[in-house]
C-alpha cells in the first residue's frame, strides 16, 4: 500500500531534550515536506526536500532541523524543543514535477507536546 | 508573500444540498492550487489538484475551479452526503517558490442528516 508513514504519533517530552520524528514513503517520491499545524494558523511549511541532500526552508523553520539522506526517509530534528513547538506535524511527499505538478500524500501526523 | 484565505470558516447545510467553498489568494503567480480533505484527529487526503495552466478539476461529486486573474478557486460539492462533514482546506504554490506551499485555514463543514 502507497503510504506516508510517521513515528511517533504522539509523544509528549520536556524543555530542551532531542527528538526527532520519523516521515518515511514509499512511492519513490523525490519530493518531501513537513508542516505544522495550530488552530487558527492552519498549515505552516517547516522544510522541504526537492531530492537527497536537498533541503530548503519553509515559511516556519526556526528551531527544526532536516536531513535527506535517503530518497526514501526525511527525519525532522528538535534540537531543543519549547513550548512552542507544541502541535500537530505532517509529513508529505509528492513526485517532482516541472511543467507539470503532482499532487501531495500527507502522513497521520504526530501530535508533538513540550512541557 | 502569498495569503491564502477561506471563508466561511464553518458550514452547516443539510443533507443533499449543493455546496460552494472558497479559496482566494494574493498572488496569481501560482503553479498549482490543491484542495485536501481532513477529518479530525487525522492526516490531509488530497481531493483535486488543478495546475495554472487547468480552470476546473473534477471528481465524482467534487468539482474545483480556478480563475487565477482573479485570485480564487472554488470547491463545489454536489448533492452533499454526512460523511462529506470535514476540514476543506486548500494550497496553493506559487511560482516564486515552487516547492513552497502555503495553507489556507479551511472551512468546517458538518452536513446535517
Known amino acids: 500500500e502507497a503510504q506516508v508513514t510517521q513515528n511517533p504519533r504522539y509523544l509528549i517530552t520536556v524543555t530542551g531534550k532531542k527528538l526527532t520524528v520519523t516521515c518515511s514513503q514509499n512511492?519513490?517520491?523525490?519530493?518531501m515536506s513537513w508542516y505544522r499545524q495550530d488552530p487558527g494558523l492552519g498549515l505552516r511549511q517547516i522544510y522541504y526536500s526537492m531530492n537527497v541532500e536537498v533541503t530548503d526552508k519553509g515559511d516556519v523553520p526556526e528551531g527544526y532541523k532536516v536531513s535527506r539522506k535517503e530518497k526514501r526517509n526525511f527525519p525532522l530534528i528538535l534540537e531543543s524543543p519549547s513550548p512552542n513547538q507544541t502541535s500537530l506535524y505532517f509529513c508529505?511527499?509528492?513526485?517532482?514535477?516541472?511543467?507539470?505538478?503532482?499532487?501531495?500524500?500527507f502522513g497521520p501526523g504526530t501530535r508533538l507536546t513540550v512541557t | 508573500k502569498q495569503e491564502v484565505t477561506q471563508i466561511p470558516a464553518a458550514l452547516s447545510v443539510p443533507e443533499g444540498e449543493n455546496l460552494v467553498l472558497n479559496c482566494s489568494f494574493t498572488d496569481s503567480a501560482i503553479y498549482n492550487l490543491q484542495w485536501f480533505r481532513q477529518d479530525p484527529g487525522k492526516g490531509l487526503t488530497s481531493l483535486l489538484l488543478?495546475?495554472?495552466?487547468?480552470r476546473e478539476q473534477t471528481s465524482g461529486r467534487l468539482n474545483a475551479s480556478l480563475d487565477k486573474s482573479s485570485g480564487r478557486s472554488t470547491l463545489y460539492i454536489a448533492a452533499s452526503q454526512p460523511g462529506d462533514s470535514a476540514t476543506y482546506l486548500c494550497a496553493v504554490s506559487s511560482l516564486s517558490g515552487t516547492y513552497k506551499y502555503i495553507f489556507g485555514t479551511g472551512t468546517r463543514l458538518k452536513v446535517l442528516a
Open positions: 488543478i495546475q495554472s495552466s487547468q
Open positions: 512511492m519513490n517520491h523525490e519530493y
Open positions: 508529505a511527499s509528492s513526485l517532482k514535477g516541472g511543467t507539470v505538478s503532482y499532487e501531495q500524500y
